[in-house]
């Protein structure tokens, strides 16, 4: 009875494989219809995967025959049902085609970064046969956005290894940043080619005792490359006496991205010196963001004798500059080492709206410090810092009095009156005898000399 039913499933195994061969074949085909019809290369990995799960000949010969078409989209749709049969054969051609075809790599780099471990060895072998350094870039680069212990111990091979990349290879590596790597990065300082990243990463993943070491590269350096990095870590680490000597140092500096960056970070750093040296960066506008952060900074104090010097921000027109003097392409790579607490600030002005919205800021702080509400317009500032007696770019209450402008010397002489204590010119005639009968001329002169005695224009220089 046994043998019966043995035979009998057998005679049933051989009438249905036929049937579900051919059931494969037309699930197959079912499939690259769909996959050829799909658009997106989103639909067609997903449509891939669905192939690659038949597990048969058939389909892996029909997932590398849409890998090599010449449609890209087809490649790198199918790419990800290759990538699903976990084929060591198949596995070697992913990782070639990867790096020979940069169309390919925005659509598969984060399929790939998920098997960073099982691509590592293909990686190591193809960085070992190119002599390509931007078929190197980007195997570092895919390596460097993997993880674990064989990934970093192959990124530090690279970073000693006295070759043309091995700053791609310890940007790659800081981009994991942990805490650990200190001891390792601390080495690295010394080495002149690896000196300014390596700064620049230890400023954020060090700690107070490398205070010393930093404090000594900025004050010996005139490099922003290094001056920088030792910022961040004055402003994590340092003492309010080093902070502010820093900042003072960093506010003659010839290089805006420093003066931008420690506005920026000493935001609550202040004394008399100090305002008086923000106030000169910020009366240049065409030191765009600077001039803005240094403003900000400014606005701090609350005070109306700031204002003159912040409105120099409103006349600042947005650049769309990825750099300026001093760093070249170098910030914009370090972005993920240890600069990201003021990059994030200074990013806040690289587009236009957002630069805008600073000034917009900026007008509302300076609104309620002067108590009148305006918005970030330079000539209407200008105005009102002219009519409070205060000296803007070289512009005075005293000048305007003998402007050749009538309507200009009309708001000179209510401002001076005002500002001498009388409502209205009738009232000072009231109380000024001797101003009662004099011409205009010698009104002007009048109010002049008696604005100089009361001490106008303020802030004169």
């Given amino acids: 009875m046994k043998i019966r039913a043995r035979l009998c499933s057998l005679c049933i195994l051989f009438i249905l494989l036929p049937a579900l061969s051919l059931l494969a074949q037309t699930r197959?085909?079912?499939?690259k219809k769909r996959f050829l019809e799909e658009a997106f290369v989103?639909?067609?990995?997903?449509?891939?995967?669905?192939?690659?799960?038949?597990k048969t000949p058939a389909a892996r010969s029909l997932l590398e025959e849409l890998f090599e078409s010449d449609d890209s989209w087809d490649s790198a749709g199918s790419f990800f049902g290759l990538l699903a049969l976990s084929?060591?054969?198949?596995?070697?051609?992913?990782?070639?085609?990867?790096?020979?075809?940069?169309?390919?790599q925005g659509f598969v780099k984060d399929a790939l970064v998920g098997e960073s471990a099982r691509f590592l060895p293909h990686w190591k072998r193809l960085y070992a046969a190119s002599s390509?350094?931007?078929?190197?870039?980007?195997?570092?680069?895919?390596?460097?956005?993997?993880?674990?212990?064989?990934?970093?111990?192959?990124?530090?091979?690279?970073?000693r290894a006295k070759s043309s990349l091995r700053i791609d290879a310890l940007q790659a590596y800081a981009?994991?940043?942990?805490?650990?790597?200190?001891v390792f990065v601390r080495a690295l300082v010394a080495d002149p080619e690896l000196k300014v990243d390596a700064l620049a990463l230890l400023s954020g993943i060090g700690s107070p005792e490398d205070l010393a070491l930093f404090e000594k590269e900025f004050f010996s350096s005139a490099d922003p490359r290094i001056?920088?990095?030792?910022?961040?870590?004055?402003?994590?680490?340092?003492?309010?006496?080093?902070?502010?000597?820093?900042?003072?140092?960093?506010?003659?500096?010839?290089?805006?991205?420093?003066?931008?960056?420690?506005?920026?970070?000493?935001?609550?750093?202040r004394n008399p010196s100090l305002q008086a040296q923000a106030s000169v960066v910020a009366e240049d506008p065409t030191a765009i963001y600077a001039c803005l952060a240094a403003a900000e900074y400014l606005a701090g104090y609350k005070s109306p004798d700031i204002i003159p010097s912040c409105i120099h921000a409103f006349k600042a027109e947005y650049r769309n500059e990825e750099r300026r003097i001093g760093f070249g392409d170098w910030l914009a790579n370090v972005i993920t080492l240890g600069l990201s607490s003021v990059l994030d600030q200074q990013s806040r002005s690289r587009s236009k709206s957002d630069f805008n919205a600073r000034k917009s800021a900026l007008a509302v702080s300076l609104s309620t410090i002067a108590k009148r509400k305006m918005g970030a317009d330079y000539p209407e500032w200008e105005l009102w810092?002219?009519?409070?007696?205060?000296?803007?770019?070289?512009?005075?209450?005293?000048?305007?009095?003998?402007?050749s402008d009538p309507d200009a010397r009309a708001t000179a002489n209510?401002?001076?009156?005002?500002?001498?204590?009388?409502s209205t010119e009738a009232s000072m005639q009231k109380y000024k005898p001797d101003y009662a009968g004099l011409d205009s001329y010698q009104k002007a002169l009048y109010l002049a000399k008696a604005l100089r005695d009361a001490g106008y224009p303020k802030g004169f220089r």
């Fill in 87 to 104: 084929d060591p054969a198949l596995d070697v051609k992913l990782a070639q085609r990867y790096v020979e075809d940069s169309s390919l």
């Fill in 175 to 182: 981009s994991k940043r942990r805490k650990g790597d200190a």
């Fill in 414 to 422: 209510s401002a001076a009156i005002r500002l001498l204590g009388f």
């Fill in 227 to 269: 001056r920088l990095p030792a910022l961040t870590a004055f402003s994590a680490w340092a003492g309010k006496e080093l902070k502010t000597k820093a900042f003072a140092a960093s506010l003659e500096d010839k290089d805006e991205a420093l003066r931008e960056s420690a506005c920026l970070l000493f935001k609550d750093i």
């Fill in 132 to 159: 390509d350094d931007f078929e190197r870039r980007d195997i570092i680069d895919i390596v460097g956005a993997g993880s674990g212990e064989e990934t970093d111990a192959y990124l530090i091979q690279l970073v």
């Fill in 385 to 403: 810092c002219l009519s409070q007696g205060y000296s803007v770019a070289s512009r005075n209450i005293i000048q305007e009095l003998f402007s």
């Fill in 28 to 31: 197959e085909a079912s499939l």
């Fill in 42 to 54: 989103d639909g067609k990995s997903k449509i891939a995967r669905e192939i690659a799960a038949l």
